[in-house]
């Protein structure tokens, strides 16, 4: 059975995304100034080498997302360090909405219906591991519903006070590893504890 994978770029004091939206606070922006360390953006890219399909929800694929990186592939075609950019737009993309959208993107289906039924049905499909990457609200869903496998958190070295964070409440959580970088950013890795 496949596995879902969240990543989330999360504040010391836990939050994905700061109320004051002008305070810089991630190491990396996603935009074209890359500033994580070599080895951090190694092991990005090796993530992406492990999936076939990204789950997003409406909000994400509407605003943006996959044309972002589509920009980003063809500004960096050649470049080994971007080449997550490119993958993004190889693999096959979901998006779980109960809402009507047209997917006007490459490799993109929509699956409305339940979350967890979405998910479920995703898992039990053949192929590789799946990643979502959020927003704060769509990954509080995946993990209030159990529905998370693997949770990677990108830890950035910076506070922000105040935020939107991705747990409502008790969450028990396994230690996988972690693996702190040059550029300040430290990776947890955690798997969901049955319930």
């Given at each position: 059975?496949?596995?879902?994978?969240?990543?989330?770029?999360?504040?010391?004091d836990g939050?994905?995304?700061?109320?004051?939206?002008?305070?810089?606070?991630?190491?990396?922006?996603?935009?074209?100034?890359?500033?994580?360390?070599?080895?951090?953006?190694?092991?990005?890219?090796?993530?992406?080498?492990?999936?076939?399909?990204?789950?997003?929800?409406?909000k994400?694929?509407?605003?943006?997302?996959?044309?972002?990186?589509?920009?980003?592939?063809?500004?960096?075609?050649?470049?080994?360090?971007?080449?997550?950019?490119?993958?993004?737009?190889?693999?096959?993309?979901?998006?779980?909405?109960?809402?009507?959208?047209?997917?006007?993107?490459?490799?993109?289906?929509?699956?409305?219906?339940?979350?967890?039924?979405?998910?479920?049905?995703?898992?039990?499909?053949?192929?590789?591991?799946?990643?979502?990457?959020g927003?704060?609200?769509?990954?509080?869903?995946?993990?209030?519903?159990?529905?998370?496998?693997?949770l990677?958190?990108?830890?950035?070295?910076?506070?922000?006070?105040?935020?939107?964070?991705?747990?409502?409440?008790?969450?028990?959580?396994?230690?996988?590893?972690?693996?702190?970088?040059?550029?300040?950013?430290?990776i947890?890795?955690?798997?969901?504890?049955?319930?």
């Amino acid at each position: 059975m496949r596995r879902l994978i969240l990543q989330m770029q999360m504040s010391v004091d836990g939050f994905v995304s700061a109320h004051a939206a002008d305070t810089p606070w991630q190491v990396w922006n996603w935009g074209p100034d890359w500033t994580w360390d070599a080895r951090l953006r190694q092991d990005f890219n090796a993530t992406f080498q492990a999936i076939d399909t990204i789950l997003l929800s409406r909000k994400m694929a509407e605003e943006g997302y996959l044309e972002h990186w589509a920009r980003t592939a063809d500004q960096h075609r050649d470049d080994p360090d971007w080449a997550f950019a490119a993958r993004i737009g190889e693999v096959r993309k979901v998006v779980a909405t109960n809402r009507p959208i047209e997917p006007r993107w490459p490799r993109t289906t929509v699956r409305p219906g339940a979350l967890p039924d979405t998910v479920h049905a995703l898992k039990h499909e053949d192929g590789r591991d799946m990643i979502c990457f959020g927003g704060a609200g769509f990954a509080g869903a995946l993990i209030a519903e159990h529905l998370v496998d693997e949770l990677q958190l990108y830890i950035n070295p910076a506070a922000v006070g105040a935020g939107e964070a991705i747990f409502a409440g008790h969450c028990p959580l396994i230690h996988l590893d972690s693996r702190a970088y040059d550029c300040g950013v430290v990776i947890h890795r955690y798997a969901m504890r049955p319930v």
